[in-house]
């Protein structure tokens, strides 16, 4: 009688051990989960400050084109005049 119950305590904890194993496990991959939750948020912000970059960027060349497209213009304009004055 004393074996059979010296195997079922040392069952209960073994099956003790078990579930205490399981829920360290859960806890590590709530901790990763958590993590990767975290890291997702981190790049998402950075995906979108670096496309908000991109966007001002862009916005940017586009006025240095128009502002030499209007130089360009204004010197085509001085040679004409300068072409008509030497005539």
Sequence with gaps: ????????????????????NLLEQALDDDT???Q?????????????D????YVHIHQEKQTL?????IIK???MKISKIEHLLES
């Design 1 to 20: 009688m004393e074996t059979d119950l010296a195997r079922q305590l040392q069952q209960l904890e073994q099956e003790e051990e078990k579930q205490y």
């Design 50 to 53: 670096i496309k908000e970059e």
């Design 65 to 69: 084109q128009i502002q030499l497209t």
């Design 73 to 75: 213009e204004n010197q």
């Design 36 to 48: 990767l939750k975290e890291y997702r948020q981190k790049t998402n912000s950075m995906n979108y």
């Design 32 to 34: 990763i989960l958590q």
